[in-house]
């Protein structure tokens, strides 16, 4: 018998059982419970330069899957779409019309304040001109 359980039976009644489900709930957050998931789905929303959405699939700063994809709104347009990552290299694709999804999948941990972003890019002549952009911090 512990002394929660000791303390529960001498106090009775709904003080005891108050008094062990926030012991329960203490030791829970002190013991390092599970972030509740946070997954984000953003898209671009620029008028002058949308064309790329972010999905990222996580719980609180472990990343499980990270996508950068052409949004569909602004037709097929001929370049590429980078998926930055924070502290980890960049996914790029090849230039495609439309745009191929830059995709990463695994377990990643990032540091609170990490940010994950897709960047579209455009092909305009021998260069690249910006073609949408969204992000996401995590937390």
Do not use: F
């Not at 013991?31 to 790329?52: K, L, M, Y």
């Not at 347009?77 to 924070?86: C, K, N, Q, S, Y």
């Not at 999804?101 to 940010?115: E, F, Q």
């Amino acid at each position: 018998m512990n002394i929660r359980t000791r303390t529960a039976q001498r106090m009775g009644g709904s003080a005891a059982k108050g008094l062990l489900a926030g012991a329960a709930l203490l030791s829970g957050l002190l013991g390092g419970a599970q972030a509740a998931h946070a997954d984000h789905q953003s898209c671009s929303n620029r008028t002058d330069i949308p064309g790329v959405c972010l999905k990222v699939v996580n719980e609180g700063l472990r990343v499980t899957y990270a996508e950068a994809y052409h949004d569909g709104r602004t037709g097929a347009w001929t370049g590429h779409i980078d998926l930055h990552r924070e502290g980890r290299a960049t996914i790029q694709r090849p230039d495609h019309s439309p745009p191929q999804a830059a995709i990463w999948s695994g377990v990643d941990d990032y540091v609170a304040g990490a940010r994950i972003c897709a960047q579209g890019w455009e092909k305009a002549g021998s260069g690249w001109r910006p073609k949408g952009r969204t992000c996401v911090v995590l937390r």
